[in-house]
């Protein structure tokens, strides 16, 4: 049964949900009308205002206030409500009367939120967005499970924003992990390849590697996870870090200093003369590599170890290597390779919290066992030291309790304070071999 409405009084129309203009067929609207109406430059913030308001799914009521509003706006809001919206310095509509003007007039019988649609397209309500933005950046991180061996690097990246400040959007995110997995997959490059090449090889451009680019940030990131390099920063730490993969950036800059090694004229003659020898990472990718199959090679972090060595024994000084530092990309090959032809590594370096650092650093990415280096010989030489210890604390996984000792005595101890024990270790049998140790 129909209900007629009393006399005199009229029904008014329905309030609509924002989000019921998405799920209901297209409204008639006559666009031309509301072109003219609400679609001019000096009504853009009311629509704007209106569309927010509907994809954040709250209701088209209330009053929206425009600052410091032109003559221009002024006049499109009295147009619009039939009358001068007030004065004062800013500008109030209530989205009610907008609403009522335009079901009223026919311009838009489902009211503001068809209106705003008409004006500029559908309306997602945020959560939606969200929504879809989500599994758009899931989709690209799923990128990252093409590298088992990495999952733990890969989960980091999921959670601490790195793509996400690279890329910006999970769209440019997916090309780029997409690029980052294309050379990661080709890593570590054995033997050594020059970057430019392999760039050109699997991604296509011989630049795409170039620095600052966030492919290389990525990458780096990468390789770092790969190869345990430490990380930093600078020109030499990037050629070091792509060394680390088999990727030379500069094949000369990155060296080794070594003594008492063989398998090249060039170190034969230097070994016989009982002189050290700097090794380059070029000679050691694409020259004959030194032979010290079967024997015991010593490596320490400072150079005055090395000269003093040579000075004391000269051509009779078993197979020694400086890493001065953090061991370089020349260094870790020369290691590398020596370990493969069954030498046994011997490692001493400064008892502080850098040489802790340095030393868990090569042991993560070569075999070694301690050369005087353990908690018991740091009580020993500890006694003659007054030096402070300063830095951050680190671990000694070979030996967990000379960290703990450390702690303890508070002294720091270089290698050059113990460098008489040192030497006594590398100092030749009467045969002229090395002492057995």
């Given at each position: 049964?129909?209900?007629?409405p009393?006399a005199?009084?009229?029904?008014?129309p329905?309030?609509?949900?924002?989000?019921?203009?998405?799920?209901?067929?297209p409204?008639?609207?006559?666009?031309?009308?509301?072109?003219?109406?609400l679609?001019?430059?000096?009504?853009?913030?009311l629509?704007?205002?209106?569309?927010?308001?509907?994809e954040?799914?709250e209701?088209l009521?209330g009053?929206?206030?425009?600052?410091?509003?032109?003559?221009?706006?002024r006049?499109?809001?009295?147009?619009?409500?039939?009358?001068?919206?007030?004065?004062?310095r800013?500008?109030t509509?209530?989205?009610d009367?907008?609403d009522?003007?335009?079901?009223?007039?026919?311009?838009?019988p489902?009211g503001?939120?068809?209106?705003?649609?008409?004006?500029?397209?559908p309306?997602?309500?945020l959560?939606e967005t969200?929504?879809?933005?989500?599994r758009a950046w899931?989709a690209?991180?799923a990128?990252l499970?093409q590298l088992?061996g990495?999952?733990?690097?890969?989960?980091?990246?999921?959670?601490?924003?790195?793509?996400?400040?690279l890329?910006?959007?999970?769209?440019?995110?997916?090309d780029?992990?997409?690029?980052?997995?294309?050379?990661l997959?080709e890593?570590?490059?054995d033997p050594?390849?020059?970057?430019?090449?392999?760039?050109?090889?699997?991604?296509g451009?011989?630049?795409?590697?170039?620095?600052?680019?966030?492919?290389?940030?990525?990458?780096?990131?990468?390789?770092?996870?790969?190869?345990?390099?430490p990380?930093g920063?600078?020109?030499e730490?990037r050629?070091?870090a792509?060394?680390s993969?088999?990727?030379l950036?500069?094949e000369?800059?990155?060296t080794?200093l070594?003594?008492?090694?063989?398998?090249?004229?060039?170190?034969?003659?230097l070994?016989?003369?009982?002189?050290?020898?700097?090794?380059?990472l070029r000679?050691?990718?694409?020259?004959?590599?030194?032979m010290?199959?079967g024997a015991?090679?010593?490596?320490?972090?400072?150079?005055?170890?090395?000269?003093a060595?040579a000075?004391a024994?000269?051509?009779?000084?078993p197979?020694?290597?400086?890493l001065?530092?953090?061991?370089?990309?020349a260094?870790?090959?020369l290691?590398r390779r020596?370990?493969?032809?069954?030498?046994?590594?011997?490692y001493?370096?400064?008892?502080?919290?850098?040489?802790?650092r340095?030393?868990a650093a090569l042991?993560?990415?070569?075999?070694?066992t301690?050369?005087?280096?353990?908690?018991a010989?740091?009580?020993?030489?500890?006694?003659?030291s007054a030096?402070?210890?300063?830095g951050?604390?680190?671990?000694s996984?070979?030996?967990?309790?000379?960290?703990e000792?450390?702690?303890e005595?508070?002294?720091?101890v270089?290698?050059e304070?113990?460098?008489d024990t040192?030497l006594?270790?590398?100092?030749?049998?009467p045969s002229?071999?090395?002492?057995?140790?």
């Amino acid at each position: 049964m129909n209900v007629q409405p009393e006399a005199g009084r009229t029904t008014p129309p329905p309030q609509r949900r924002p989000s019921d203009a998405l799920r209901a067929e297209p409204a008639r609207v006559d666009t031309v009308r509301l072109t003219r109406l609400l679609g001019g430059p000096d009504l853009t913030w009311l629509v704007e205002r209106a569309r927010r308001r509907m994809e954040r799914g709250e209701p088209l009521t209330g009053s929206v206030s425009l600052g410091a509003p032109t003559e221009g706006q002024r006049r499109a809001a009295e147009s619009l409500l039939g009358r001068a919206p007030g004065g004062g310095r800013s500008l109030t509509i209530r989205l009610d009367t907008v609403d009522a003007v335009l079901r009223r007039s026919g311009i838009s019988p489902d009211g503001l939120a068809a209106a705003v649609t008409a004006l500029t397209g559908p309306v997602v309500p945020l959560r939606e967005t969200r929504a879809d933005e989500d599994r758009a950046w899931q989709a690209a991180y799923a990128r990252l499970d093409q590298l088992p061996g990495l999952a733990a690097w890969a989960a980091r990246l999921r959670a601490d924003g790195l793509v996400r400040r690279l890329a910006r959007t999970p769209e440019s995110a997916d090309d780029l992990l997409a690029a980052t997995v294309r050379v990661l997959r080709e890593l570590p490059a054995d033997p050594a390849v020059s970057l430019p090449a392999f760039a050109a090889r699997v991604l296509g451009s011989a630049h795409a590697l170039d620095d600052g680019t966030p492919l290389t940030t990525l990458t780096l990131s990468g390789i770092r996870a790969l190869t345990g390099f430490p990380d930093g920063s600078g020109t030499e730490w990037r050629r070091e870090a792509w060394a680390s993969a088999g990727l030379l950036r500069d094949e000369l800059s990155s060296t080794v200093l070594t003594l008492g090694l063989r398998g090249t004229p060039a170190l034969d003659w230097l070994t016989a003369n009982g002189e050290p020898a700097v090794l380059t990472l070029r000679q050691l990718t694409a020259g004959t590599a030194p032979m010290t199959a079967g024997a015991v090679m010593y490596v320490c972090e400072n150079p005055a170890v090395v000269a003093a060595a040579a000075d004391a024994y000269g051509a009779h000084c078993p197979p020694l290597v400086c890493l001065q530092g953090q061991p370089s990309a020349a260094a870790l090959t020369l290691l590398r390779r020596t370990a493969e032809q069954g030498a046994s590594l011997r490692y001493h370096g400064d008892f502080d919290w850098g040489g802790l650092r340095i030393a868990a650093a090569l042991l993560g990415r070569v075999p070694w066992t301690p050369w005087r280096y353990t908690a018991a010989d740091y009580r020993a030489a500890a006694r003659d030291s007054a030096v402070p210890l300063a830095g951050v604390p680190a671990a000694s996984p070979w030996d967990p309790s000379l960290a703990e000792a450390l702690v303890e005595h508070g002294v720091r101890v270089e290698e050059e304070a113990v460098l008489d024990t040192l030497l006594a270790d590398l100092a030749p049998e009467p045969s002229g071999q090395p002492r057995a140790r």
